[in-house]
């Protein structure tokens, strides 16, 4: 990668739309919280935490990935971690966020939904980055209790712009959560779901006609399918890639066999993003140092990454495109139109 091209990547304004805010807990600040609220760790200090980021699967990774976020009990805690993930957004010239959080993560421990919510949401409001919120559920759990978490949600809507899916893929499809899907569409938020991960090309299809989303978060595994990848590019339906976390978990062996080129040259809207950068080898700008580093990537792809990650957020329009003119403007000085 060329010294020039690295420079102008990392600089670039850019937006990220698949970040877990509990996947940017650092072991650093999990040994603080837990001294802090008295919880026990089942590691005797930072670094052996940071030896078990070392996972082989997705379920390997989400059993430590929710005994960190055990440490959250207090509405300053996820205040801490937000703005803790905020600050290296910011280095990383992030200019807007969606951020995903689970609330059923810290519910099904006693701790009250409002508390999650604004704490993360006044450490948005700290920042001076733009960020939005939007609530996940746990696929691994029933529909009966996402609804009961959308509905404990509701006093707070005004705090968030959507909801998601995510946990486990593999056995529960996304039209295990065709109702509540229905319900938030009624609410007039936003619909996001991971599909095509680990899961099959058929629930990115479930995803779009099922639940109806506006966005597929990972859905690498379309190229499987040629008829769904030419309705993807024909929707312009967004992908929200995740590469470092794709390598992690095995979706693809190395970065160089990632198919993140391919599924531009397939005229697909995708994004780069860090998912859960504690545990994945790194945040926004490693993702895509990485990537450049690994595949022919040039330019002109920088430049598409670039907007595409401002064009598939759920920005209002004028603010969308107060965002992309920057891209361009960024771009332009270095003869990139």
Do not use: W
Request: glycine share 6%; aromatic share 10%.
């Amino acid at each position: 990668m060329h010294i020039q091209l690295r420079h102008i990547v990392q600089n670039m304004p850019k937006a990220e739309l698949h970040i877990h805010i509990e996947g940017s807990l650092e072991p650093e600040l999990i040994f603080a919280l837990a001294q802090r609220n008295g919880v026990q760790i089942p590691y005797p200090s930072v670094d052996a935490l940071r030896a078990a980021y070392d996972f082989a699967d997705l379920q390997s990774f989400l059993d430590i990935y929710y005994a960190g976020a055990s440490v959250l009990l207090k509405e300053q805690d996820f205040y801490d971690m937000t703005a803790a993930y905020l600050a290296r957004a910011k280095a990383d010239h992030v200019r807007h966020t969606e951020i995903f959080f689970d609330p059923q993560t810290h519910t099904v421990r006693g701790v009250p939904i409002g508390d999650v919510i604004h704490g993360i949401h006044r450490a948005c409001a700290d920042s001076e980055v733009s960020a939005s919120l939007i609530l996940c559920f746990l696929r691994h759990l029933s529909e009966e209790d996402a609804l009961a978490t959308l509905e404990a949600a509701l006093p707070y809507r005004e705090l968030f712009i959507g909801v998601g899916l995510d946990s486990s893929e593999v056995g529960h499809p996304p039209e295990k959560f065709e109702r509540v899907f229905a319900r938030a569409r009624e609410l007039g938020l936003h619909l996001v779901a991971h599909a095509g991960e680990e899961g099959p090309p058929a629930y990115i299809y479930s995803a779009l006609d099922v639940l109806h989303v506006e966005r597929i978060d990972h859905g690498v595994r379309c190229l499987e399918d040629a008829d769904l990848t030419r309705r993807l590019a024909a929707e312009k339906m967004a992908l929200t890639v995740c590469p470092l976390s794709n390598v992690k978990l095995r979706v693809f062996d190395t970065m160089h066999e990632h198919n993140l080129l391919t599924l531009l040259d397939a005229g697909l809207v995708v994004t780069i993003n860090s998912d859960d950068p504690a545990y994945f080898g790194g945040y926004v700008n490693d993702n895509y140092v990485s990537v450049f580093e690994s595949l022919p990537l040039g330019l002109q792809h920088a430049h598409e990454l670039a907007k595409n990650s401002f064009s598939a957020s759920f920005l209002p329009a004028a603010e969308k495109q107060k965002f992309l003119d920057e891209v361009d403007a960024y771009f332009a000085a270095f003869n990139v139109v």
